[in-house]
């Protein structure tokens, strides 16, 4: 497995930045309310150090008025569900998911965030 390191995915993040381009709808919707960022668009995350903690999907349905999910989002057991032959995935009740990965290489778990935008 690659590592990717701090420069590369700087670089990498920089490159998908400069062809973010936004109409002012979509800004406008972008903004939401992040309180004390008026002009904030989004968040930038280094996923690479992300330690599957379901923070960012209790802050999304917070955020957004989502409903209570079946499972609080402290419960890791979610990781192991399987719906349909696939991890979990994002819906119109959870526009944040977390899922866990065990590469074959590596006894460190993976975790990779899917947004709403891939709905
Ligand atoms: S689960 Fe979300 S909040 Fe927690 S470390 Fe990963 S990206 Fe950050």
Redesign the pocket.
Known sequence: MSKITRRRFLAGSAAGGAALVLTPAQKALASGSFEGFPEGMGVL?D?T?????????A?CNNEQNLPEPAKPFDDTSVYDEIHHGQKRRTSDKAY?I?NRYEPKDTDEPL?R?VQCNQL
């Open positions: 995350v996923l150090r992300c330690v599957g903690c379901r923070t960012c999907e802050a944040t977390v975790y965030k």
